[in-house]
């Protein structure tokens, strides 16, 4: 028998031990802002870049709040200017490091009580490992090969394998029918965005229900569920923040890793919205397509370009469906993208928690700010008709959405993939 002090003594290690993964944001708040004018938003755009704040939450005047991470070194000067023009702010919490451990405790008792529940971890329904995600994908297409094939686009900056599904009643052979190309977790921090895309799969292969099934016969899917699985890794292990890729380029940078890969696609590539320090989030890289990770997205929109009518392009959250282009111009066809996003925002509205925000659909550069070599608007210049960024709920959780939610996301959300997807198919109909 170990005696107790042993037993102690292991438990206080392991304590200390995780209490420390997080020790890089002790003492890191969050603040949530409200911006009522104009004049006011472009006050915080211009101190995101100058003062390098971590913005979770984009607001917009005069009723959504921004959500801002400072760390203590920043928080009184940033406070202070905000005093200074008269912006209401409020502190959310007052040590991010804190927090996470709060959320890995959740995260613990949920996938526990799930084993209990199910004898197996359900990842859709819970924050998936890269490795769990996988196996999800090679159970479905071992067990519905006739409807589901997977894919390996190839290795990721470090190795990893980029992984996506191909589901269709007749094996992509069928030139006649749409495409809809969804992918997640282009942002490694953005966890509850791979759930989504998991789920999607659930509900095509393994849960079709009969009032759906026009959704499989009529309409082909390409799903990947981690864009960015070495960011997606790194944010598990080691930064729960980390938001870009992991690749190194010793010419850039001897210290910063990785870049925005929502900022690395050909298009309008490193003119608006971006950064030029290679440590900041929104850093797009040294050329278009630098990563590998963005030219496997590249590459299957160019694969099925013909049948593509719908691209998605999942993250977390704010409750907004965008649409390029990212410096305010509109595509020649904005109405039919509003059209489709409005079907597909308000679907999800009709299911939506009492306490969570109405989705808002529109022009992401009007709405938010100004992009470029974002994904979205790379699907839509090179000629996908539907091209949109799709922000999903985060109740006031910001990237720590409680898995007690994943639930309600992903069904709310089939909801609005399925309004949309078949809505598209008709104007789908009128392109041919
Ligand atoms: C589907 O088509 C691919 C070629 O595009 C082929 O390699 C694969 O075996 C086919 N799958 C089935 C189930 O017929
Ligand atoms: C590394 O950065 C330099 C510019 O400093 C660039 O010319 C080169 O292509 C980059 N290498 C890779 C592999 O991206």
């Keep these: 028998m170990v005696p107790l002090n042993v037993v102690f003594l292991l438990g206080a290690c392991l304590g200390a031990s995780l209490a420390g993964k ?11 802002v409200s911006v009522t004018t104009e004049n006011e938003n472009t006050l915080i755009h211009q101190l995101e870049t100058s003062l390098e704040l971590d913005v979770w939450e984009h607001g917009a005047p005069p009723d959504r ?4 991470r400072v760390t203590p070194e920043q928080e009184q000067a940033f406070l202070n200017i905000l005093d200074d023009h008269g912006i209401a702010h409020a502190l959310r919490h007052p040590d991010v490091a804190r927090m996470f451990e709060e959320f890995d405790e959740q995260i613990a008792e949920w996938r526990k009580s799930q084993l209990l529940r199910n004898s197996r971890i359900v990842p859709f329904e819970n924050y998936p490992s890269y490795a769990e995600v996988n196996d999800y994908l090679e159970y479905i297409a071992a067990q519905y090969p ?3 094939t997977l894919v390996t686009a190839g ?40 759930p989504v895309a998991l789920y999607t799969i659930h509900r095509l292969v393994e849960d079709l229900r009969t009032e759906d099934r026009d959704l499989l016969e009529d309409i082909d899917w390409i799903i990947l569920p981690i864009v960015n699985p070495d960011g997606f890794e790194y944010s598990r292990d080691y930064e729960r923040l980390w938001r870009r890729t992991r690749s190194y380029n010793e010419s850039v940078s001897v210290t910063c890793y990785g870049v925005d890969a929502n900022r690395n696609f050909d298009v309008a590539f490193n003119t608006i919205g971006v950064s030029a320090n290679p440590c900041a989030q929104d850093y797009p890289g040294t050329e278009p397509f630098s990563e590998p990770e963005t030219r496997y997205v590249r590459d299957i929109m160019f694969e099925y370009l013909e049948r593509i009518q719908m691209y998605l392009n999942i993250h977390s959250h704010g409750n907004w469906l965008l649409y390029g282009f990212g410096d305010t111009t509109l595509p020649a066809n904005s109405l039919q993208i509003f059209h489709v996003g409005a079907a597909m925002g308000a679907a999800i509205d009709a299911l939506k928690l009492p306490q969570a925000r109405y989705y808002r659909v529109g022009n992401s550069a009007i709405l938010l700010y100004p992009t470029s070599g974002s994904a979205q608007d790379y699907g839509q210049r090179i000629g996908i008709p539907f091209s949109y960024t799709l922000e999903l709920p985060g109740y006031t959780y910001a990237f720590q959405v409680p898995p007690s939610y994943i639930q309600q996301i992903n069904t709310e959300t089939w ?18």
């Design 65 to 68: 709040d921004y959500i801002i």
């Design 155 to 194: 290795p990721s900056y470090e190795g990893r394998d980029v992984k996506y599904l191909k589901i269709s009643t007749t094996n992509f052979t069928d030139t006649s029918k749409p495409i809809y190309f969804l992918d997640a977790t282009i942002h490694a921090r953005e966890w509850v965005t791979t």
């Design 146 to 148: 006739d409807l589901a």
């Design 22 to 32: 997080h020790d890089i944001y002790s003492r890191h708040s969050v603040h949530r």
């Design 415 to 432: 909801a609005g993939l399925a309004a949309s997807a078949r809505l598209a198919r008709l104007y789908y109909r009128a392109r041919s």
